[in-house]
């Protein structure tokens, strides 16, 4: 069986600035992008908000090796909108000057906030925890194992 498993994070109404922040401090590249607008053009029984023409209905991003789906809406609408304290993006590479770089890269936006310093822990050469301007939370590793 030949799957993948993509994070896929819904940011209530961010998702395009979110977006834009991960092309400049994550390197990614879109690989998918449709907005409200755009679905409603191919589906015109398609809702939307007044003022939520921009917001994105779906898109996929390129990060390194891996993907990251970014949408708007909450996966669970019996419950009120809430990005989680339990889960994170992890980034790692066996080069830690690729590793050091994306966290420095990260910290030049003002509005990302170090939870963790990078340095040397017990399991890594460096090693930090930032949340970015969405709330999602970032871990960036040196690992030395193989993936």
């Known amino acids: 069986m030949n799957v993948e498993v993509i994070p896929f994070l819904s940011l209530n109404g961010q998702g395009a600035r979110a977006i834009a922040f991960y092309e400049q401090y994550l390197e990614a590249t879109v690989l998918f992008k449709k907005t409200y607008k755009e679905m409603k053009d191919m589906d015109p029984k398609f809702t939307y908000a007044k003022g939520q023409e921009d917001y994105i209905t779906h898109s996929v991003l390129q990060i ?13 609408q019996t419950r009120s909108w ?12 066996k080069d830690y000057n690729a590793i050091y770089t994306i966290y420095a890269n990260l910290l030049k936006h003002e509005d990302v906030h170090i939870l963790i310093p990078f340095e040397k822990n017990a399991f890594s050469s460096g090693y930090g925890i930032v949340r970015d301007p969405f709330g999602v939370i ?6 030395k194992h193989e993936f």
């Open 64 to 76: 390194g090796s891996n993907k990251l789906m970014i949408a708007e809406e909450a996966m669970d």
């Open 82 to 93: 809430q990005l989680n304290n339990s889960s994170s993006l992890c980034v790692q590479a």
């Open 138 to 143: 970032i871990q960036l590793a040196v690992t």
